[in-house]
Protein backbone atom coordinates (compact mmCIF):
# COMPACT_ATOMS: atom_id res chain seq x y z
CA UNK A 1 0.00 0.00 0.00
CA UNK A 2 0.77 3.70 -0.78
CA UNK A 3 2.75 5.24 2.37
CA UNK A 4 -0.21 8.42 1.23
CA UNK A 5 -2.74 5.80 1.12
CA UNK A 6 -1.60 4.54 4.71
CA UNK A 7 -1.26 8.30 6.11
CA UNK A 8 -4.89 8.91 5.06
CA UNK A 9 -6.43 5.87 6.79
CA UNK A 10 -4.04 6.59 10.05
CA UNK A 11 -5.98 10.08 10.03
CA UNK A 12 -9.53 9.34 9.41
CA UNK A 13 -9.45 6.61 12.26
CA UNK A 14 -7.62 9.02 14.60
CA UNK A 15 -10.50 11.45 13.58
CA UNK A 16 -13.22 9.19 14.37
CA UNK A 17 -12.13 7.46 17.46
CA UNK A 18 -11.50 11.19 18.97
CA UNK A 19 -15.17 11.98 18.36
CA UNK A 20 -16.06 8.74 19.86
CA UNK A 21 -13.91 9.45 22.63
CA UNK A 22 -11.75 6.50 21.92
CA UNK A 23 -8.73 7.55 20.94
CA UNK A 24 -5.13 6.54 21.24
CA UNK A 25 -1.73 7.67 21.97
CA UNK A 26 -0.14 8.11 18.18
CA UNK A 27 2.15 4.78 17.87
CA UNK A 28 4.35 7.08 15.58
CA UNK A 29 5.52 8.98 18.27
CA UNK A 30 9.11 7.28 18.85
CA UNK A 31 10.11 7.15 14.68
CA UNK A 32 11.01 10.73 14.29
CA UNK A 33 13.51 10.66 17.00
CA UNK A 34 16.29 9.05 14.69
CA UNK A 35 18.18 5.29 14.50
CA UNK A 36 18.67 5.90 18.49
CA UNK A 37 15.40 5.80 19.37
CA UNK A 38 13.76 2.70 21.03
CA UNK A 39 11.95 0.40 18.87
CA UNK A 40 8.87 1.82 18.58
CA UNK A 41 5.32 -0.60 18.73
CA UNK A 42 4.81 -1.18 14.69
CA UNK A 43 8.42 -1.73 14.59
CA UNK A 44 8.49 -4.13 16.81
CA UNK A 45 4.86 -5.82 15.50
CA UNK A 46 7.04 -6.00 12.43
CA UNK A 47 9.62 -8.21 14.26
CA UNK A 48 7.46 -10.23 15.82
CA UNK A 49 4.75 -11.17 13.84
CA UNK A 50 3.74 -13.97 11.59
CA UNK A 51 6.11 -13.75 8.48
CA UNK A 52 4.14 -12.89 5.84
CA UNK A 53 1.46 -10.91 7.57
CA UNK A 54 1.13 -7.20 6.12
CA UNK A 55 1.89 -4.99 9.20
CA UNK A 56 -0.59 -3.09 11.11
CA UNK A 57 -1.45 0.27 10.52
CA UNK A 58 -1.82 1.22 13.83
CA UNK A 59 -0.06 -1.54 16.86
CA UNK A 60 -3.10 -0.30 19.08
CA UNK A 61 -5.77 -1.10 16.83
CA UNK A 62 -6.55 -4.21 15.23
CA UNK A 63 -9.16 -2.98 12.66
CA UNK A 64 -7.59 0.23 11.82
CA UNK A 65 -8.14 -0.27 8.07
CA UNK A 66 -11.81 -0.78 8.51
CA UNK A 67 -13.05 2.49 9.07
CA UNK A 68 -16.08 3.53 6.91
CA UNK A 69 -15.75 3.36 3.16
CA UNK A 70 -12.46 2.86 3.28
CA UNK A 71 -12.30 -0.18 0.06
CA UNK A 72 -9.55 -1.56 -0.75
CA UNK A 73 -8.70 -0.69 -4.61
CA UNK A 74 -9.33 -4.46 -5.17
CA UNK A 75 -13.21 -4.72 -4.27
CA UNK A 76 -14.32 -0.90 -5.31
CA UNK A 77 -15.79 -2.25 -8.17
CA UNK A 78 -17.99 -4.82 -6.48
CA UNK A 79 -21.55 -3.69 -6.08
CA UNK A 80 -22.92 -3.42 -2.54
CA UNK A 81 -24.88 -7.37 -1.64
CA UNK A 82 -25.61 -8.93 1.09
CA UNK A 83 -25.56 -12.46 0.57
CA UNK A 84 -27.10 -14.75 2.91
CA UNK A 85 -26.74 -18.57 2.97
CA UNK A 86 -29.98 -21.16 3.53
CA UNK A 87 -28.94 -24.06 5.32
CA UNK A 88 -32.24 -26.33 4.75
CA UNK A 89 -32.78 -24.69 1.35
CA UNK A 90 -29.09 -25.00 -0.61
CA UNK A 91 -29.03 -21.54 -2.06
CA UNK A 92 -27.68 -18.03 -1.46
CA UNK A 93 -30.24 -15.27 -1.48
CA UNK A 94 -29.08 -12.07 -2.67
CA UNK A 95 -30.04 -9.01 -1.03
CA UNK A 96 -29.56 -5.54 -2.67
CA UNK A 97 -29.11 -3.16 0.70
CA UNK A 98 -30.42 0.01 -0.68
CA UNK A 99 -33.55 -1.01 -1.54
CA UNK A 100 -33.47 -4.25 1.16
CA UNK A 101 -35.40 -6.56 -1.56
CA UNK A 102 -34.09 -10.31 -2.52
CA UNK A 103 -32.87 -9.78 -6.06
CA UNK A 104 -31.37 -13.25 -6.77
CA UNK A 105 -31.34 -16.88 -5.76
CA UNK A 106 -28.58 -18.82 -5.95
CA UNK A 107 -28.50 -22.65 -6.06
CA UNK A 108 -25.68 -24.09 -3.93
CA UNK A 109 -24.18 -27.46 -2.46
CA UNK A 110 -26.15 -29.31 0.58
CA UNK A 111 -26.10 -26.98 4.34
CA UNK A 112 -24.27 -24.32 2.83
CA UNK A 113 -23.31 -22.40 6.03
CA UNK A 114 -21.20 -19.67 5.55
CA UNK A 115 -20.32 -17.07 3.08
CA UNK A 116 -16.74 -16.22 3.44
CA UNK A 117 -14.44 -13.44 1.61
CA UNK A 118 -11.03 -14.91 0.54
CA UNK A 119 -8.01 -13.15 1.81
CA UNK A 120 -7.48 -11.59 -1.16
CA UNK A 121 -10.45 -10.43 -1.25
CA UNK A 122 -11.37 -11.58 -4.35
CA UNK A 123 -14.05 -14.52 -4.19
CA UNK A 124 -16.83 -14.99 -1.98
CA UNK A 125 -16.46 -18.84 -0.68
CA UNK A 126 -20.10 -20.68 0.42
CA UNK A 127 -19.13 -23.24 2.65
CA UNK A 128 -21.58 -26.24 1.53
CA UNK A 129 -20.90 -28.63 4.98
CA UNK A 130 -22.53 -31.55 3.94
CA UNK A 131 -22.30 -31.00 0.38
CA UNK A 132 -18.59 -31.25 0.85
CA UNK A 133 -17.94 -28.39 -1.46
CA UNK A 134 -17.07 -24.77 -1.70
CA UNK A 135 -19.11 -22.51 -4.06
CA UNK A 136 -16.85 -19.77 -5.30
CA UNK A 137 -19.15 -16.64 -6.14
CA UNK A 138 -17.64 -13.60 -8.22
CA UNK A 139 -18.34 -10.61 -5.85
CA UNK A 140 -18.29 -8.28 -9.49
CA UNK A 141 -20.81 -10.43 -11.18
CA UNK A 142 -22.90 -12.05 -8.44
CA UNK A 143 -22.20 -14.97 -10.46
CA UNK A 144 -21.11 -18.66 -9.01
CA UNK A 145 -18.36 -20.35 -10.45
CA UNK A 146 -17.75 -24.25 -10.45
CA UNK A 147 -17.85 -26.00 -6.68
CA UNK A 148 -14.73 -27.23 -5.33
CA UNK A 149 -14.29 -30.55 -3.56
CA UNK A 150 -13.27 -30.18 0.23
CA UNK A 151 -15.05 -32.20 3.11
CA UNK A 152 -16.89 -30.89 5.61
CA UNK A 153 -16.53 -27.08 5.26
CA UNK A 154 -18.54 -26.18 8.85
CA UNK A 155 -16.35 -22.69 8.31
CA UNK A 156 -13.49 -21.57 6.40
CA UNK A 157 -11.01 -18.77 7.34
CA UNK A 158 -7.32 -17.54 6.29
CA UNK A 159 -4.05 -17.38 8.30
CA UNK A 160 -2.89 -13.54 8.35
CA UNK A 161 -0.13 -13.70 5.66
CA UNK A 162 -2.31 -15.05 3.24
CA UNK A 163 -0.70 -18.47 2.71
CA UNK A 164 -3.54 -20.68 3.78
CA UNK A 165 -6.80 -21.43 4.09
CA UNK A 166 -7.97 -23.39 7.45
CA UNK A 167 -10.93 -25.22 6.98
CA UNK A 168 -13.19 -25.97 10.10
CA UNK A 169 -14.18 -29.56 9.71
CA UNK A 170 -16.30 -29.89 12.71
CA UNK A 171 -17.73 -33.50 12.14
CA UNK A 172 -14.67 -34.61 10.41
CA UNK A 173 -13.01 -32.98 14.29
CA UNK A 174 -10.24 -31.27 12.02
CA UNK A 175 -8.80 -28.50 11.06
CA UNK A 176 -7.19 -28.52 7.73
CA UNK A 177 -5.07 -26.07 6.80
CA UNK A 178 -5.32 -25.83 2.61
CA UNK A 179 -3.75 -23.84 -0.21
CA UNK A 180 -5.68 -20.19 0.16
CA UNK A 181 -6.36 -20.49 -3.59
CA UNK A 182 -6.08 -24.05 -5.40
CA UNK A 183 -7.82 -25.90 -1.92
CA UNK A 184 -5.34 -28.26 -2.14
CA UNK A 185 -4.42 -30.00 1.30
CA UNK A 186 -1.25 -28.83 3.15
CA UNK A 187 -1.60 -30.67 6.80
CA UNK A 188 -4.52 -32.20 8.69
CA UNK A 189 -4.53 -31.10 12.02
CA UNK A 190 -6.96 -33.89 14.30
CA UNK A 191 -8.53 -32.03 17.57
CA UNK A 192 -9.47 -33.72 20.62
CA UNK A 193 -12.57 -31.68 21.13
CA UNK A 194 -15.93 -31.86 19.21
CA UNK A 195 -17.39 -29.51 16.93
CA UNK A 196 -14.56 -27.09 15.85
CA UNK A 197 -16.17 -23.81 14.48
CA UNK A 198 -15.03 -20.04 14.62
CA UNK A 199 -11.61 -18.73 15.49
CA UNK A 200 -9.88 -15.18 15.79
CA UNK A 201 -5.94 -14.43 15.46
CA UNK A 202 -3.62 -13.02 17.64
CA UNK A 203 -2.39 -8.98 16.55
CA UNK A 204 1.19 -10.84 15.77
CA UNK A 205 -0.97 -13.44 13.74
CA UNK A 206 1.13 -16.39 15.57
CA UNK A 207 -1.58 -18.36 16.99
CA UNK A 208 -5.11 -18.26 16.59
CA UNK A 209 -8.33 -19.25 19.39
CA UNK A 210 -10.37 -21.62 18.27
CA UNK A 211 -14.19 -22.64 20.07
CA UNK A 212 -15.36 -26.18 20.01
CA UNK A 213 -19.07 -25.74 20.17
CA UNK A 214 -20.32 -29.38 21.26
CA UNK A 215 -17.62 -29.75 23.88
CA UNK A 216 -17.72 -26.79 25.60
CA UNK A 217 -13.48 -26.36 25.03
CA UNK A 218 -11.07 -23.65 23.03
CA UNK A 219 -8.21 -24.59 21.55
CA UNK A 220 -5.17 -22.34 20.93
CA UNK A 221 -3.38 -23.01 17.43
CA UNK A 222 0.14 -22.01 16.40
CA UNK A 223 -0.43 -20.65 12.70
CA UNK A 224 2.91 -21.09 11.16
CA UNK A 225 3.82 -24.81 12.79
CA UNK A 226 0.16 -25.35 12.44
CA UNK A 227 -0.04 -27.31 15.81
CA UNK A 228 -2.90 -27.32 18.50
CA UNK A 229 -0.76 -25.73 21.40
CA UNK A 230 -3.14 -25.40 24.46
CA UNK A 231 -7.03 -27.04 24.77
CA UNK A 232 -9.23 -26.24 27.75
CA UNK A 233 -12.36 -26.84 28.82
CA UNK A 234 -14.57 -23.96 29.83
CA UNK A 235 -16.06 -22.92 33.39
CA UNK A 236 -19.71 -24.12 32.54
CA UNK A 237 -21.59 -26.66 32.35
CA UNK A 238 -23.02 -27.37 29.11
CA UNK A 239 -21.38 -24.72 27.62
CA UNK A 240 -21.30 -24.04 23.79
CA UNK A 241 -18.92 -21.49 22.43
CA UNK A 242 -19.56 -19.92 19.66
CA UNK A 243 -18.50 -16.96 17.46
CA UNK A 244 -14.99 -15.40 18.75
CA UNK A 245 -13.31 -12.21 18.05
CA UNK A 246 -10.22 -10.27 19.25
CA UNK A 247 -10.08 -6.68 21.03
CA UNK A 248 -9.10 -3.55 18.95
CA UNK A 249 -5.79 -3.44 21.27
CA UNK A 250 -4.74 -7.24 20.78
CA UNK A 251 -5.37 -7.93 24.84
CA UNK A 252 -8.78 -9.98 24.97
CA UNK A 253 -10.52 -12.52 23.07
CA UNK A 254 -14.31 -12.72 23.32
CA UNK A 255 -16.03 -16.00 22.59
CA UNK A 256 -19.81 -15.59 22.78
CA UNK A 257 -21.42 -18.60 24.23
CA UNK A 258 -25.10 -19.54 23.27
CA UNK A 259 -25.82 -21.97 26.36
CA UNK A 260 -23.77 -19.55 29.16
CA UNK A 261 -25.74 -16.32 27.37
CA UNK A 262 -22.87 -14.51 27.22
CA UNK A 263 -19.41 -13.59 26.59
CA UNK A 264 -16.66 -15.47 27.87
CA UNK A 265 -13.33 -13.18 28.28
CA UNK A 266 -9.84 -14.72 27.62
CA UNK A 267 -5.98 -13.43 27.42
CA UNK A 268 -4.71 -15.00 24.44
CA UNK A 269 -1.12 -14.98 25.30
CA UNK A 270 -1.60 -16.34 28.31
CA UNK A 271 -4.47 -18.95 27.70
CA UNK A 272 -5.45 -18.73 31.68
CA UNK A 273 -9.10 -18.95 32.45
CA UNK A 274 -11.39 -16.89 31.57
CA UNK A 275 -13.78 -14.89 32.78
CA UNK A 276 -17.49 -14.31 32.28
CA UNK A 277 -19.70 -11.55 31.20
CA UNK A 278 -23.95 -11.71 30.60
CA UNK A 279 -25.24 -10.67 27.50
CA UNK A 280 -28.17 -12.10 26.79
CA UNK A 281 -29.80 -15.33 25.89
CA UNK A 282 -28.30 -17.84 23.50
CA UNK A 283 -25.12 -15.08 22.68
CA UNK A 284 -23.93 -15.77 19.03
CA UNK A 285 -22.32 -13.72 16.59
CA UNK A 286 -19.79 -10.80 17.55
CA UNK A 287 -18.94 -7.61 15.12
CA UNK A 288 -16.43 -4.99 15.71
CA UNK A 289 -18.02 -1.44 15.08
CA UNK A 290 -16.64 0.45 12.35
CA UNK A 291 -14.72 2.90 14.89
CA UNK A 292 -13.14 -0.09 16.56
CA UNK A 293 -14.77 1.11 19.67
CA UNK A 294 -17.47 -1.01 20.23
CA UNK A 295 -18.80 -4.96 19.77
CA UNK A 296 -22.55 -5.74 18.58
CA UNK A 297 -23.42 -8.85 20.17
CA UNK A 298 -26.26 -11.12 18.87
CA UNK A 299 -28.22 -12.53 21.26
CA UNK A 300 -30.27 -15.74 19.21
CA UNK A 301 -32.35 -16.72 21.81
CA UNK A 302 -33.77 -13.68 23.09
CA UNK A 303 -34.16 -11.67 19.76
CA UNK A 304 -31.59 -8.51 20.74
CA UNK A 305 -28.49 -7.10 20.10
CA UNK A 306 -26.16 -6.06 23.15
CA UNK A 307 -23.41 -3.07 22.67
CA UNK A 308 -20.24 -3.07 24.22
CA UNK A 309 -18.11 -0.46 24.62
CA UNK A 310 -14.10 -1.56 24.96
CA UNK A 311 -13.41 1.49 26.34
CA UNK A 312 -15.65 1.27 29.38
CA UNK A 313 -15.64 -2.45 29.36
CA UNK A 314 -18.47 -2.81 30.06
CA UNK A 315 -22.29 -3.26 28.01
CA UNK A 316 -23.86 0.06 27.13
CA UNK A 317 -27.28 -0.39 25.17
CA UNK A 318 -28.88 -3.25 24.81
CA UNK A 319 -31.52 -3.46 21.33
CA UNK A 320 -34.77 -5.37 20.95
CA UNK A 321 -36.20 -6.40 17.46
CA UNK A 322 -39.89 -6.02 17.33
CA UNK A 323 -41.70 -9.08 17.31
CA UNK A 324 -38.56 -10.70 18.37
CA UNK A 325 -36.24 -12.94 16.03
CA UNK A 326 -33.56 -15.55 16.23
CA UNK A 327 -30.23 -12.81 15.39
CA UNK A 328 -27.65 -15.11 14.24
CA UNK A 329 -24.65 -14.28 12.09
CA UNK A 330 -23.60 -11.21 9.79
CA UNK A 331 -21.67 -7.93 9.92
CA UNK A 332 -21.24 -4.55 9.40
CA UNK A 333 -22.15 -2.46 6.05
CA UNK A 334 -19.14 -0.31 4.68
CA UNK A 335 -20.16 3.07 5.96
CA UNK A 336 -21.00 1.20 9.64
CA UNK A 337 -24.34 2.66 9.85
CA UNK A 338 -26.24 -0.81 9.38
CA UNK A 339 -25.79 -4.04 11.27
CA UNK A 340 -26.91 -7.01 9.14
CA UNK A 341 -27.91 -10.26 10.72
CA UNK A 342 -29.59 -13.47 9.56
CA UNK A 343 -32.69 -14.95 11.66
CA UNK A 344 -31.76 -18.52 11.85
CA UNK A 345 -34.84 -19.66 13.01
CA UNK A 346 -37.14 -17.08 11.58
CA UNK A 347 -36.41 -17.36 7.56
CA UNK A 348 -35.86 -13.69 7.64
CA UNK A 349 -32.64 -11.29 7.69
CA UNK A 350 -32.67 -7.89 10.24
CA UNK A 351 -31.14 -4.89 9.04
CA UNK A 352 -30.31 -2.91 12.14
CA UNK A 353 -29.32 1.33 12.38
CA UNK A 354 -26.69 1.22 14.76
CA UNK A 355 -26.95 4.76 15.76
CA UNK A 356 -30.29 4.02 17.10
CA UNK A 357 -31.08 -0.24 17.79
CA UNK A 358 -33.64 0.55 15.41
CA UNK A 359 -34.86 -2.12 13.05
CA UNK A 360 -34.97 -1.11 9.18
CA UNK A 361 -36.08 -4.01 7.51
CA UNK A 362 -36.94 -7.70 7.75
CA UNK A 363 -36.79 -9.45 4.87
CA UNK A 364 -37.72 -12.87 3.74
CA UNK A 365 -35.13 -15.39 2.83
CA UNK A 366 -34.85 -19.24 2.25
CA UNK A 367 -35.01 -21.59 5.13
CA UNK A 368 -32.57 -21.76 7.98
CA UNK A 369 -30.35 -18.55 7.30
CA UNK A 370 -26.76 -19.23 8.51
CA UNK A 371 -23.66 -17.11 7.61
CA UNK A 372 -24.45 -13.80 5.89
CA UNK A 373 -22.22 -11.65 4.34
CA UNK A 374 -22.65 -8.31 3.61
CA UNK A 375 -19.87 -7.43 1.04
CA UNK A 376 -17.64 -5.44 -0.08
CA UNK A 377 -16.26 -4.23 3.34
CA UNK A 378 -13.40 -2.35 4.37
CA UNK A 379 -9.63 -3.64 4.89
CA UNK A 380 -6.60 -4.64 3.23
CA UNK A 381 -7.45 -8.34 3.67
CA UNK A 382 -9.83 -11.33 4.77
CA UNK A 383 -9.05 -13.48 7.91
CA UNK A 384 -12.42 -15.02 6.94
CA UNK A 385 -15.38 -16.12 8.66
CA UNK A 386 -18.25 -13.70 7.56
CA UNK A 387 -15.68 -10.78 7.41
CA UNK A 388 -12.85 -10.30 9.82
CA UNK A 389 -10.77 -7.76 7.91
CA UNK A 390 -7.52 -5.97 9.01
Not at 116 to 140: A, C, E, F, Q, Y
Request: net charge positive; proline share 8%.
Amino acid sequence: MHPTTIARLLIAGAALCALAACSRANPHKDEALGSKAPLSPVQQQKTHALPGMPSLLDPNDLYAADRPNQLSPVVRGFRSRVYVPNTNSDTVSVIDPKTYKVIDTIPVGHQPQHVVPSWDLKTLWVNNDLGNSLTPIDPRTGKAGRPIAVHDPYNLYFTPDGRYAVVMASNDRQLVFRDAHTMKVAKEVPVSCHGVNHADFSMDGRYFIVSCEFSGELLKVDTEKMEVIGQQKLPFRGAMPQDVKISPDGKKFYVADMMAHGLWVLDGDTFAKPSFLPTGKGAHGLYISRDSCGMYISNRGEGTISVFDFKKDRLTKKWRLPNGGSPDMGGVSADGKVLWLSGRYSSEVYAIDTTTGKQLARIRVGSGPHGLAIYPQPGRYSLGHTGIFR
